[in-house]
């Protein structure tokens, strides 16, 4: 079965520009916009994300399989650059044939471009292909972009979740914004309902225990600064014990 990325290629459909404005259409969504407003920390934490958004949705495309009906098309355009004009002549009939049976865009131009030249000349030969590249190019496109908005709503909604969970946690991400990252790393993981409810409960005890909310800043600069191995730390020395085997 032929893929939606390697139809891009075949085609020269560019689906990296594509990516970019599902991308900037997100990050440009006014909901968003407040948000960055109110925890400019978390815009930068999402900014991070954007490279593993951009790898997900090449992904999409190369697992995403193209329709029977336009992968049958796709093969028959191939085989027909290969023909000369007299051999495309003689196919004719059962490529317009095969247009309407997998109900090309197509089938209708390219029935009206024979119907209407008495002659099939090289040069209407020409035309004939480019324009059937054409319809190719919009109908791939068609489907980069379906499945590309399906992707944004998706990743909307999983913006929309963490937003949520922010929001609920809005007295603590005020007085503490450097959580706001960490916040949105953490909640890039499979969250339950249940489980924003009870970090919501730890945010409101909490809030109301100043000292212990400081000790846990303390812990948690603490534990990252362990995990961060120091340039000129010394090396430690190793010793393995050699059993010889014993004289006679």
């Known amino acids: 079965m032929l893929t939606l990325d390697t139809l891009n290629v075949m085609l020269a459909v560019g689906e ?8 900037l259409t997100l990050l440009a969504s ?15 934490a999402i900014t991070d994300d954007l490279p ?21 098309e796709v093969m028959c355009y191939q085989q027909s650059q290969l023909l000369s004009t007299p051999q495309l002549i003689v196919q004719l009939p ?3 044939a095969l247009l309407d049976k997998v109900h090309s865009p197509f089938a209708g131009q390219a029935r009206q471009l024979v119907v209407d030249n008495a ?3 090289p040069a209407l030969h020409t035309l004939f292909l480019q324009r059937w590249r054409l319809s190719l190019v ?34 603590v991400l005020v007085e503490n914004e450097n959580s706001a990252g960490r916040l949105w790393d953490m909640s890039a993981g499979q969250l339950k309902r249940g489980d924003h409810q009870l970090i919501v409960r730890y ?12 000790l846990a800043e303390q812990l948690g600069r603490s534990r990252e600064a362990k995990s961060v191995p120091k340039k000129d730390a010394p090396l430690e020395t190793f010793r393995t014990l050699v059993r010889e085997p014993a004289t006679v």
């Open 52 to 72: 593993r958004w951009r790898e997900n949705l090449r992904k999409r495309l190369k697992d995403t399989r193209v329709p029977p009906e336009l992968t049958e």
């Open 94 to 96: 059962q490529i317009l």
């Open 119 to 121: 002659t099939f000349t």
């Open 138 to 171: 919009v109908q791939a496109t068609s489907l980069n972009q379906q499945l590309l908005e399906e992707e944004r709503e998706q990743l909307l909604s999983e913006v929309q979740e963490r937003m949520t969970l922010a929001g609920a946690l809005e007295p």
């Open 16 to 23: 990296e520009g594509m990516i970019e404005e599902i991308i």
């Open 203 to 214: 945010g409101d005890f909490l809030a109301q225990q100043p000292e212990l909310m400081q």
């Open 30 to 44: 006014p909901q968003l916009a407040i948000f960055f407003e109110k925890f400019p920390r978390l815009k930068t």
